[in-house]
């Protein structure tokens, strides 16, 4: 009688583990395509998941930590097709057969650094929680995260009241806030790629990173530049490289070497670009410094050291290179000898200054090449569609309100008004 009595607590077990909701939850997709569940739970135990109504349960990805990363983060390898899946009751969304409608963004925390503190407690003074809820409406096929997930680095100001109460610190309680809670509309609506920002690196929110969002396996110690990954999603592929590390002005040899082993990943001789590369700097991008008044702002051009790594490598795959770090949305159209250039560090952190806050089209020279450029400084997202001839692009503010409108064939970026 003993095995049954053994049998019954084991029931009892898997059932309450079953019925522990996550703290967190999500799909992401890493190398390959592959697809994982992954959980933050509320202790030390991982939850199980529900797979087409057959329990398994989620393996141990990182240990809890009680001092700053109390739960536990837990992982499953999802089988492809897999069209129910749930965690704890929590119902997550299966990776669809076709990938046609992508949101992006990136940048998202809330600032809490040196001078720079942001209304963390102000909905549109920090609108990620916005931009999340009309981004999840848009019901993407995929998200892709362009880095910089961690901003609260320093202790709100006391007697401050825009973001009093606020957490700080590579923690759980910091990423939550941050990313986790605001998110949590489109974490349930789509699954999500994940790249490294700066904000990510050695000296800042590596743990958090490591932990709960790193495509690889989760390490004891900080890795400088995480592996690259390949994502297909039929017809394109994300070649998500990590540019947490290289400096934007200065060009430091073993910082170029990290991006030249990432871009030696890519095709050699394609004969048609397809590839986009998903990185956190923009290979060629523009800062704006301050402003001359009358002649207007003065742009510094990034990132010297991605810069470097590109010049005369083999580029041909690649259509076009998707990032953030620079707070604005900006689009460069170089012609079919360069990979286009879009920029979307939009989601939430605060913008930059000098930056026009309506549609600035012009053109400039960045690394010795032409380009045409549209920038502006506005908060939101951006949706693309695949078309029968590539893919079209709206930028859409924080009440979902479009801006711009691009379309990307090829290597040719077009953006303009709506």
């Known amino acids: 009688m003993a095995w049954r009595w053994l049998a019954v607590l084991a029931a009892l077990v898997a059932g309450s583990a079953q019925a522990q909701a996550p703290a967190a939850a999500w799909v992401q997709l890493v190398d390959g395509g592959a697809a994982e569940v992954r959980a933050v739970a509320e202790g030390a135990t991982c939850p199980n998941a529900m797979i087409d109504g057959k329990p398994q349960p989620l393996q141990l990805r990182a240990e809890a930590s009680p001092a700053d990363f109390p739960g536990a983060v837990c992982t499953l390898a999802l089988p492809k097709g897999a069209s129910s899946i749930s965690v704890g009751g929590h119902a997550l969304p299966p990776v669809p057969a076709a990938i046609n409608r992508i949101v992006v963004m990136g940048d998202t925390g809330c600032r809490l650094k040196g001078m720079v ?185 990034l990132n010297r050291v991605e810069q470097a790594a590109a010049r005369g490598k083999d580029l041909s795959s690649v259509a076009m290179v998707l990032s953030g770090h620079v707070h604005h949305f900006a689009s460069f159209d170089f012609g079919a000898t360069r990979p286009s250039q879009l920029v979307v560090g939009t989601g939430g952190d605060v913008g930059e200054k000098f930056d026009p806050a309506k549609l600035h089209a012009n053109t400039v020279n960045i690394d010795g090449m032409e380009a045409s450029n549209l920038t502006f400084r506005q908060y939101g997202y951006f949706v693309m569609e695949r078309g029968p001839t590539g893919w079209t692009g709206l930028f859409k503010d924080i009440d979902g309100k479009p801006v711009a409108r691009c379309t990307l064939a090829g290597r040719k970026l077009t953006c303009g008004r709506v």
């Not at 998200?143 to 700080?168: I, T």
């Not at 709960?212 to 592996?227: D, F, I, R, W, Y």
């Not at 590839?275 to 008044?293: K, M, N, Q, S």
């Open 117 to 301: 503190v942001q209304d963390c407690n102000d909905a549109r003074a920090w609108p990620f929680a916005l931009v999340m809820k009309h981004a999840a409406a848009e019901k993407p096929d995929l998200v892709v995260h362009v880095g910089d997930y961690y901003y609260r680095e320093v202790p709100c100001p006391a007697m401050y009241s825009g973001c009093a109460g606020s957490p700080h610190g590579d923690l759980w309680p910091s990423w939550n806030e941050d990313f986790f809670a605001p998110a949590a509309p489109l974490l349930d609506a789509a699954p999500w790629v994940f790249a490294r920002g700066n904000h990510e690196d050695c000296e800042r929110g590596w743990k958090g990173w490591t932990r709960m969002l790193e495509a690889g396996p989760n390490t004891p110690s900080c890795q400088v530049a995480s592996a690259p990954f390949a994502v297909p999603i039929g017809g394109v592929t994300l070649r998500v490289f990590d540019s947490a590390v290289p400096n934007d002005r200065l060009v430091k040899k073993e910082q170029v070497e990290i991006v030249a082993r990432q871009l030696a990943t890519l095709p050699q001789h394609a004969p048609e670009p397809t590839d986009w590369i998903v990185t956190h700097r923009p290979f060629w991008g523009e800062a704006p410094i301050f402003t001359l008044g009358p002649l207007g702002v003065f742009n510094v051009g």
